[in-house]
């Protein structure tokens, strides 16, 4: 994955400093510069003057793992922010998760971050060990999962990786209300999961990985970002990669979308991709 700017978000808190240094790894693995944004949800008082701080972390950063970093001269509002990322190949931060009553339905900070960022965004919950070296990358089976994986590889080139797909239980429970017998039921179960597993199976191979090497892949049954989820802490994956549609303000208020809702219930990182194919 070709990265030539990443900006990463620091509220100059324990949890930001997670989200630094994940930055830093990266930026030094994909030989990218590193941009230092500050961007605070509430009134913080740890330093007097945030930049100058944040200059300074910028400064020990480019020492410490050889990479091109530099804060931004001021710090940022939302709009500045979302202003700044357009400029950016990826967009580093720790979970945001305030709410203001002034933006109410717009939802967390981080809600609104993933709604209006043109650009994947990282969302970094651990302080790093190194490089990901077990990724899990959740995909629905459109024309978008092979660029998904694709994209997983390259960003992340993890010792292990595996392709999730969670068939949804809506059509299911659609023919439960219908009255369809139970052995209607368990043959459509089996013929949709037979055929997810048929397409994995397709996309992967058209990857072009070697034969000996291919990911794993797994079909699970349920909502897809609870699955998710539970897959994640299954098999331990430190990074989940989930694609994102935009959605209309009603909709997102309503429900939120399968990516925010992984980035909120996975243990691990979570990295989302978004579409460019509007989902209104």
Known sequence: MSMFSILAVSDLTPASEHALERAALLARQ????????????????????????????????????????HALAASTSLDDLMHEARAASLLVMAPMEQRSWKTFHLGTTLDQVMQGSHCPLLLVKHAPRGPYQRVLVAVDLSDRTSALIDRARRFSAPCELQVFHAIDTIEESRLRSASVSFEAMQANRLGTRQHARTRLLQVIGALGMPDDDPPAFD?????????????????????????????????????????????????SDVLVVPSEDPDT
């Open 30 to 69: 994909h030989q990218a510069v590193l941009r230092l944004a500050h961007f605070a949800e509430g009134r913080h008082n740890f330093f007097s003057d945030p930049v100058a701080r944040l200059t300074q972390r910028s400064r020990q950063l480019a020492r410490r793992h050889g990479i091109e970093a």
């Open 219 to 267: 079909v699970g049954n349920g909502d897809p970002a609870y699955s998710t989820a539970l897959q994640q802490q299954a098999i331990r994956a430190d990074l989940v990669v989930v694609g994102r549609r935009r959605r209309s303000s009603l909709r997102h208020f309503l429900g939120g979308s399968v990516a925010q809702r992984v980035a909120q219930w996975a243990d």
